[in-house]
Every structure is written in C-alpha cells, then in structure tokens.
C-alpha cells in the first residue's frame, strides 16, 4: 500500500475564499475536467455541459462559491493567478449571455440555473463534497467524471486513491507524529529542518524556500489588505467588516501606505497583554474577512482557518522579533508538517469532521510552529500541537447562511489565541510528563469526527445555521 507524501505545497497552497472544499477544490476539480477533455481530443466536439453537486457541495455550495469556483474553473481560469476583482463579473457575464467558453478555447452554450444542479438530498459514499462532470459531444455520445473535494483544496477523481503522483524517496518518511519525533530524536534535527530535508526529494532547496516566502507574502498581503479595508461582507448577512476599525483604533488615523512601516508602528504601540490579544483577533479577522469576499489566501491548512497561521505568524513577527527570512520558512515549515500527520491520520475536511478539522487543525499547527520557532524542544512542539487540537475536540461546523462568516470568521480568533496560549503552556511544561500523545489526540479527533451527526458538518443543517432565522436573497 502507497503511503501518502505530503509536500508544505499539499498543506499551504495559493487559491480564492472563501472554502477549500468548496470553493478551491471544486475549482480544481473544473479544471481538471476539462484537461480530460483535452486530453482525450473530446473538447471540440463538446455541445453541453451538465454540473451534479452532491452532500454537502449542494447543502452549503452557493454560500461557499462552489457554483463560481465551478464555472471559472471550466473556463480555464485558474485561482492562483486569476484577477479576484474580475471574479463578479465574469460570472455575471457567463449568467447573461448563457455562454461559457470552456477550457478558454471552446464556446459552449450554457445555463446556469438547468445546467448547474444542487441535489440537496442526494450524497455519494465515498465524500459528501462530491462533483459531477457531464460533456454531451456532438457525437451523440457523453463523456463523465466524478471527483471529491476532500478538504484543503485536495481533489481526488473517482476511481483513485489521491495517492497517483509520482512517489518519491523520503529521507525522513512520516506516517504519525510518533515517526516524526523519532526522526528528531535520532538525528537531533528540528521538526522544520526533518521538513526541508524532505522536500529535497521534490525540488531543490532554493526553489522550496522561494515558495514557502511566496506564500508568506501572499498571507502577509492578505492581513494587511483586510485591516484597510472596509464595508460589508457578500452574501446577504450584511456582515460588517471590523478588521479595518479596530486597526485603525489600536494603531491611529494616520496611514500606513506599506507592510513594514505598519508592523513597526503596531510594535511601537505596546506590549501590553490586552493590546496584543486586540492584534492577534485583528490579523485573523482581516485574513478570513478578506477569505468571505473571494480575496486571495492560503489554505492554512483549508480556507476557512486561512487565519489562524497568519495571525500567530504575524503575532510572532511583531511582537516576537521574528520578521527573519529564515524564521518565516521555520513556521510554514513547522507547521505543514504537522498539518500533514492531522490529513494522514485523520481529516482537514469540515464536511467529514466538523470545524475541528480546520480551525482545529489549523491552530496545531500554530501552536506547533510558534513553539519551535520560540526555542522549544521537538517534544514541546509535539505538546504544543496537541494542546491545541485536545481544547478544540468536537467543535462544529454549522455555518449560518451556507456562508463561511458567522460563526467561521471569529473562530480564526479564538484558534489563533488558542495557539499561542498551547504554546506557552508547552514551553512551561516538561513534555515527558504529558498524558496525552500527539498521535492520541489525532485518533481521538477521527473517532470523534466519526461519530459526529452529519448536520454538524459543513450542511449548515443544524447548530447556529438553524436556531438563527436569516433570510438572504436568492443566488
């Protein structure tokens, strides 16, 4: 049996809010259809087009974006690079004129409310976020695909395993948190430094450090964009943003028109302890405000907790003195590696666990990077991470509206705290005396996520989405 290799680019990965699962996932998913086509010299001869959204993409999928993600993804963009404030109107184009050009090359007719269809009380067994292709060719025959959006941007076609790229030989191979620490132990590396040794196996080390910075700067440009800007979040809640006003109450009128002025000004400001409480929430707002209104972010480990690393990386930075090249690639390092061993041992999907898969893995994964970059030991940072997934067990997703604001947003905060509160602890605790394993707590989180009633995963048909009447316009 192949044994699945995650890269910090499978954990971290550039994309579009506001969902992983549903938004960047199904966008994937888009994209990959239509290279089947292609491949397959079927797209010429496409006339139609047909979209079948199962389990929870259907419950929750117009909330999330799926519908968007779907009709940009089959007209060849792609969310790493496609301009997000063309996104509106380029579905409202695709809406009007009843046309989408797919894979950007060929011009199909299309309708949005007879060719995309939600069913709502149908679910495939292998995934509740599941997505079907339909091409009618001009041929008379069709030509189909089925594919699972798993949680952080991963797709897996139907008939795989999500395990069919090219393997490579792992120096450090890991499974479980117990593998990791062994390799520690024996080689006296860093969790981070096991982590770049790895990633040898894929690309040279120049180019990792390259992309780990790449992603950094597209988080950096996130937290900053969210803390100046103002209005309303989409969707119909009417969500305020509140990032922007409680940057501009904590560091003063005055504008900061860049990144580091800005982060000197805020570390100028105090250090007293409810000022930087204040900080911390007002990163992971402004991260997750910028996720809900189709802003560029990093899956962190999924879009939804795309705040919680941010804010602790930013905390870290700006009060911890850790704006270093080197101390950045040691966090995002740190942290995917324990992301990882939550996706082999468990989930990082909401629609499978609940919210503890994502702001709960999210703030492990915080809480393990902080530790490390802090001077902990490697069992510390395996303490840390387990702190923080032990007080974020059983947590659940029940978004009200479908939409990825209430409650989702303030729990980036609450995770983020989490983090550097399990951090501290860690860093004060003598690991050898902990009752709980890393790997304990990874099995506890399965079970638990196992056991789970369905409507308290990403169908927004039970907790805060029901007990809180709304009523949002039609999509």
Known sequence: MQREQISVFDIFKIGVGPSSSHTLGPWRAAQQFTASLRKNNLLDNVDQVKVLLYGSLAKTGKGHGTDIAILLGMSGADPVTFDVNAID?????????????????????????????????????????????????????????TYYSIGGGFVVKEGENGNEKEQVELPFPVEKAADLLHWCLTTGLKVSEVVMENE???????????????????????????????????????????????????????PYSDYKSWIMAIRNGGNGFNYILDWVSCFALAVNEENASFGRVVTAPTNGAAGVIPAVLQYYITFCDGYQEDKIIQFIACASEIGSIFKKGATISAAMGGCQAEIGVSSAMA???????????????????????????????????????VPCIERNTMGAIKAITASQLALQSNPDKAKVSLDAVVNTMWETALDMNSKYKETSDGGLATNIPISLPEC
């Open 89 to 145: 109107s380029t579905v409202e184009t695709i809406k009007n004129i009843q046309q989408l050009q797919l894979d950007g090359t060929r011009n199909i007719h299309f309708n949005y409310t007879e060719d995309l269809i939600f069913l709502f009380h149908e679910s495939l067994p292998f995934h509740p976020n599941a997505v079907t292709f339909q091409a009618f060719l001009n041929t008379g025959k069709a030509f189909s695909e």
């Open 200 to 254: 040898l196996a894929w690309r040279k080390e120049n180019e990792t450090k390259e992309g780990i910075m790449q992603h950094f700067h597209v988080m950096k440009d996130c937290t900053y964009r969210g803390c100046h800007t103002t209005g309303f979040l989409p969707g119909g809640l009417n969500v305020a943003r509140r990032a922007a006003s409680l940057n501009k109450r904590l560091v003063g009128e005055q």
């Open 367 to 405: 809480a393990a990077a902080l530790t490390e970059c802090l001077g902990g030991s490697q069992r510390q940072v395996m303490m840390a991470a387990e702190i923080a997934m032990e007080h974020h067990l059983g947590l659940t997703c029940d978004p009200i509206g479908g939409l990825v604001q």
